[in-house]
Antibody, heavy 120, light 107 residues
Framework: QVQLVQSGPELRKPGSSVKVSCKAS????????YNWVRQAPGQGLEWMGR????????TYSHHFQGRVTLTADDSTGTAYMTLSSLRSEDTAVYYC?????????????WGQGTLVTVSS | DIQMTQSPSSLSASVGDRVTITCRAS??????LNWYQQKPGRAPTLLIY???SLQSGVPSRFSGGGSGTDFTLTISSLQPEDFATYHC?????????FGQGTKVEIK
C-alpha cells in the first residue's frame, strides 16, 4: 500500500535552515505531486508548495517569500522540503502529502508529520 | 488568496446524531472543494474530493455537497470514531487554502 514516511523531529535555532524528507513507497513516485502542509500548535493547516517530480518545477505559496525550496530524488522516491531563515513562528508539524496531477486536485495520502521546533 | 471559512468552529454531538458542517469560499470555486478528517496527533485523511465524491474506503455515512461558494459535509449518524477535527480545502487556485477546522466533540 502507499506510504509516505517522513524524517524525524528537528530542533533549530532562529535564522538557520531545516530540511525534511518524505520517502514514498507502494506506487509510481513521479506521476503524482508532492505537497507540503504545515500546522502550527493548535492551528489550522497551511499549504506551502508542491512539486511534480516528472516536471521538476515547483509551485510555492507566496506566504513563504522565497524561504521554502522543494526538491525530489526520483531514484529513491524521496521528496524534500527546505525552509530557511527560520523564526519561532515556524515551529509546527510539517506534513508531506501526495496529490493527484489532474483536476480535481486533492491530497490522497499523507506522511506522519515532522515536528520542527525553532528556539534559541 | 481564496479565504475558506468553516462553521461552526466546534460542536458537541451524541453518537447517532446527524451532523452538518459548512464551508464558505470567498469567491466561487466551482466544485474544487475537499474535506479531510484529522484525529489528535495524527495526519489528516481524505474524506471527500470534488465537493461530493467519497474517497475509497470512507464510510457512506459521510457525504458532501455544494458548489460555487457554499459547501457542506454531513455525517448521517455520528459514530464514536468520528470525533475529530474536519478541514475543508479549496483546490481551485494556488495557494491551496484550508478552512480553520471544525472540532466535533462528544456531548
Amino acid at each position: 500500500q502507499v506510504q509516505l514516511v517522513q524524517s524525524g523531529p528537528e530542533l533549530r535555532k532562529p535564522g538557520s535552515s531545516v530540511k525534511v524528507s518524505c520517502k514514498a513507497s507502494g506506487d509510481t513516485f513521479n506521476t503524482y505531486t508532492y505537497n507540503w502542509v504545515r500546522q502550527a500548535p493548535g492551528q489550522g493547516l497551511e499549504w506551502m508548495g508542491r512539486l511534480v517530480p516528472i516536471f521538476g518545477s515547483p509551485t510555492y505559496s507566496h506566504h513563504f517569500q522565497g524561504r521554502v525550496t522543494l526538491t525530489a530524488d526520483d531514484s529513491t522516491g524521496t521528496a524534500y522540503m527546505t525552509l530557511s531563515s527560520l523564526r519561532s513562528e515556524d515551529t509546527a508539524v510539517y506534513y508531506c502529502s501526495r496529490g493527484v496531477v489532474i483536476s480535481p486536485y486533492y491530497f490522497d495520502y499523507w506522511g506522519q508529520g515532522t515536528l520542527v521546533t525553532v528556539s534559541s | 488568496d481564496i479565504q475558506m471559512t468553516q462553521s461552526p468552529s466546534s460542536l458537541s454531538a451524541s453518537v447517532g446524531d446527524r451532523v452538518t458542517i459548512t464551508c464558505r469560499a470567498s469567491q466561487s470555486i466551482s466544485t474544487y472543494l475537499n474535506w479531510y478528517q484529522q484525529k489528535p496527533g495524527r495526519a489528516p485523511t481524505l474524506l471527500i474530493y470534488g465537493a461530493s465524491s467519497l474517497q475509497s474506503g470512507v464510510p457512506s455515512r459521510f457525504s458532501g455537497g455544494g458548489s460555487g461558494t457554499d459547501f457542506t459535509l454531513t455525517i448521517s449518524s455520528l459514530q464514536p470514531e468520528d470525533f475529530a477535527t474536519y478541514h475543508c480545502q479549496q483546490s481551485y487556485n494556488t495557494p491551496w487554502t484550508f478552512g480553520q477546522g471544525t472540532k466535533v466533540e462528544i456531548k
